[in-house]
């Protein structure tokens, strides 16, 4: 069995500020994971991915991701924030040997000028 | 390519009304997927197929059906809407399923049931 937990339903950050969303998870077998990101009235977009190659993941627009298998974290950083930052994010999870993600409940950002 | 194409984008259910969700991807991915999203629960699977004809149930199945006769088409099937099912609806797909590979969305169906 495989979760993931997002630590903060909601995150306000000011324009320039540093974004951080914290996801853990558990699974039972070495875990590929997904940063998603779902801008206003659109579907999913992805991120970032980790997928055993090297434990610190760069992404589109600025993101990154950090992968530590002591605390069972993948969490998503920017070192800037930008107004177009402003969507919701999802944390996902994926057993190597299953083909079906396990999604975070997600974090809403909210970037104030 | 348009991609992971949904329609409607929003629709009105009355109780026990029964509604078809459209969803067609033109990248000829084998994996097709159905996810609902709720309000602070992430997206939850409701059905899955690996390729034409073959259809399986993911976490969520109740109150839905699928089929899959087509490699571009995978429609989801409520029959008797229920209040419950009051939701965002996405349609997803993907290559083959491996484990590292992305999914691409479509851009949802915005279902209310009153």
């Known amino acids: 069995a495989q979760s993931v937990t997002q630590l903060g339903s909601h995150v306000s950050v000011s324009e320039g500020a540093l974004v951080l969303l914290r996801c853990n998870y558990s699974?039972?077998?070495?875990?590929?994971l997904f940063w998603y990101v779902q801008y206003p009235n659109q579907g999913l977009q992805l991120l970032l991915k980790?997928?055993?190659?090297?434990?610190l993941v760069k992404g589109i627009n600025g993101f990154e991701a950090e992968f530590k298998k002591s605390e069972t974290s993948f969490h998503l950083t920017k070192p800037s924030a930008h107004m177009s930052d402003a969507a919701e994010y999802f944390c996902?999870?994926?057993?190597?040997?299953?083909?079906?993600?396990?999604f975070g409940g997600g974090t809403r950002v909210l970037v104030k000028p | 390519n348009a991609g992971v194409t949904q329609t409607p984008k929003f629709r009105i259910l009355k109780i026990g009304q029964s509604m078809t969700l459209q969803c067609t991807q033109d990248?000829?991915?084998?994996?097709m997927y159905w996810y609902r999203q709720d309000p602070g629960m992430g997206l939850k699977l409701i059905y899955y197929?690996?390729?034409?004809?073959?259809?399986d149930k993911g976490e969520v199945p109740n109150g839905y059906n699928v089929s899959r006769s087509t490699t571009e088409d995978f429609p989801l099937r409520l029959e008797l809407a229920a209040p419950s099912q009051t939701s965002v609806y996405f349609c997803?797909?993907?290559?083959?399923?491996?484990?590292?590979?992305?999914?691409?969305f479509g851009s949802g169906t915005q279902l209310s049931v009153l």
């Open positions: 990248m000829n991915h084998n994996y």
């Open positions: 996902a999870v994926r057993g190597a040997a299953g083909n079906k993600l396990t």
């Open positions: 980790y997928t055993s190659a090297a434990t």
């Open positions: 997803a797909s993907s290559i083959e399923g491996q484990p590292n590979e992305k999914l691409f």
């Open positions: 699974s039972s077998v070495p875990p590929y």
């Open positions: 197929s690996v390729g034409a004809g073959i259809t």
